[in-house]
T-cell receptor, first 113, second 115 residues
Framework: GESVGLHLPTLSVQEGDNSIINCAYS??????FIWYKQESGKGPQFIID?????DKRQGQRVTVLLNKTVKHLSLQIAATQPGDSAVYFC????????????FGPGTRLSVLP | DSGVTQTPKHLITATGQRVTLRCSPR?????VYWYQQSLDQGLQFLIH???????AKGNILERFSAQQFPDLHSELNLSSLELGDSALYFC??????????????FGPGTRLTVL
């Protein structure tokens, strides 16, 4: 499949280690945020979301942290596995009636054996 | 498999032409979203429809238009194509457009190449 974002920032982690992917969002009025995973040749896949009235949300092996003061979002992946290798995007929305999402540039996660 | 289907998978056409991309949402999903993904611009939201009604517009050019039909499938029409329109076009669907449940399921995409 096509390589998306050939010049994306890359995070390389050892298998089994924890990964932290960061995202700075642009609009202080954004009230809903999503992390997506995109594997080569596939469409984005929802990982986890968080609303602006929360600071932290946990899923299975993933945690999202939201810091509204500095407009920063992070995705933590515990015990990173080879299958986690992908491009990760954060997305923010400022309009709940219509879902007008703004995506970050993405980070490529590479899991080393 | 997300349950969202897109056709065609690949499309090669010439500048100035017009194409139509088709999306069938997951069964039961009322919202359809279109996105463009290019190497230089990343993933960009184009437009959102809910139950046939346009709900939000993003960075969609005037040469592009979309609609959602009564059976909830959607089409994205791209006209007067330019080289820069070459990209992956994704469709996504979700159950509602409200706040309560917003997970979007993406289709496999249509790769458009304009020569």
């Amino acid at each position: 499949g096509e390589s998306v974002g050939l010049h994306l920032p890359t995070l390389s982690v050892q298998e089994g280690d924890n990964s932290i992917i960061n995202c700075a969002y642009s609009n202080s009025a954004s009230d809903y945020f999503i992390w997506y995973k995109q594997e080569s040749g596939k469409g984005p896949q929802f990982i986890i979301d968080i609303r602006s009235n929360m600071d932290k949300r946990q899923g299975q092996r993933v945690t999202v942290l939201l810091n509204k003061t500095v407009k920063h979002l992070s995705l933590q992946i515990a015990a990173t596995q080879p299958g986690d290798s992908a491009v990760y995007f954060c997305a923010e929305t400022v309009d709940n009636y219509g879902q007008n999402f703004v995506f970050g540039p993405g980070t490529r996660l590479s899991v080393l054996p | 498999d997300s349950g969202v289907t897109q056709t065609p998978k690949h499309l090669i056409t010439a500048t100035g032409q017009r194409v139509t991309l088709r999306c069938s949402p997951r069964s039961g999903d009322l919202s359809v979203y279109w996105y463009q993904q290019s190497l230089d611009q990343g993933l960009q939201f184009l437009i959102h429809y809910y139950n046939g009604e346009e709900r939000a517009k993003g960075n969609i050019l005037e040469r592009f238009s979309a609609q959602q039909f009564p059976d909830l499938h959607s089409e994205l029409n791209l006209s007067s194509l330019e080289l820069g329109d070459s990209a992956l076009y994704f469709c996504a669907s979700s159950e509602t457009s409200g706040v309560s449940y917003n997970e979007q399921f993406f289709g496999p995409g249509t790769r458009l190449t304009v020569l």
